[in-house]
């Protein structure tokens, strides 16, 4: 699996953060205005980009971001780790976006995180493993992460809807004092603002010995980026720092995009941090 942001996407995304113009940051670059344009536009230059001006004006770390130039990708992870976690990916209109289905494996109740595009991949496989489907946790009210959710909660009526967002959606509304058990495993939640007004990371421990804990983030990180700030890029990299990157490194990081990564590898690569 690809980064879920090309280079010319991390470029977009943090001269918007920093407020930088096109013409200045093509000029720290090396490049023509026009060159930055395709450059973020298809993520790839034949012109040899000067990171070490570049990075410093778009507050980014310039050697990660070269690194990410030349290919950097997360290891891959093996899930078999993780009994039970299941990462589902649905697509419309070219936008996949990934949720996740975790169980006990003794009690077998279930929870899922966030519901993607299409609910009925969900329930086939709570179907198919004979689970108690007992929660769904929102990490954000984008639609892409919840756009299964009447379908669940149909099939579920009594289903416990955990999720930071206001008004009339929330069935339990996340507190940071709330932890849930699903069996023998551990669910806590972290606020973490900015890309979603209402975002919010939940942690899973007690896997076995072998296993780190897992966050389940969204779009507030991304393998070697982050989600768009909206208006609130200083509050959305604070909450980065604060709630995740402050995580053991080898704690699992389950974006809502891209391939997984761990917190170590996100502290070493990716250049906004």
Request: charged share 20%.
């Amino acid at each position: 699996m690809n980064l879920e942001d090309h280079l010319g996407d991390i470029i977009r995304k943090a001269r918007s953060m920093a407020g930088v113009a096109p013409a200045a940051a093509a000029s720290a670059a090396g490049l023509t205005e026009a060159e930055l344009t395709a450059l973020e536009t298809s993520g790839t230059t034949v012109k040899k980009i000067n990171f070490t001006a570049l990075g410093p004006l778009l507050g980014l770390n310039a050697a990660k971001l070269e690194g990410i130039a030349k290919g950097w990708l997360p290891e891959k992870k093996d899930l078999g780790l993780w009994r039970e976690l299941h990462q589902i990916t649905t697509t419309e209109d070219g936008c996949a976006v990934h949720c996740y289905l975790v169980w006990d494996e003794v009690t077998r109740e279930a929870a899922v995180f966030d519901t993607g595009w299409d609910a009925a991949p969900i329930l086939k496989m709570v179907e198919e493993n004979q689970l108690q489907l007992k929660h769904v946790f929102i990490t954000h009210t984008h639609p892409d992460h919840m756009a299964g959710l009447a379908k669940i909660r149909e099939a579920f009526p009594k289903i416990h809807l955990h999720t930071d967002a206001k008004g009339s959606l929330p069935q339990h509304k996340n507190r940071r004092n709330d932890c849930l058990h699903l069996g023998s495993l551990r669910i806590t939640n972290r606020e973490t603002p900015g890309h979603a007004e209402d975002g919010v990371t939940y942690l899973v421990g007690n896997w076995s010995e072998d296993a780190a804990h897992v966050a389940i983030v969204g779009d507030t990180i991304l393998a070697g980026s982050m989600g768009g700030g909206n208006g609130a890029w200083d509050l959305a990299r604070e909450k980065v720092r604060e709630q995740i990157l402050t995580l053991p490194a080898d704690t699992l990081i389950c974006s809502g995009h891209g391939p997984l990564t761990t917190v170590g590898e996100e502290k070493a690569h990716n250049p906004f941090f």
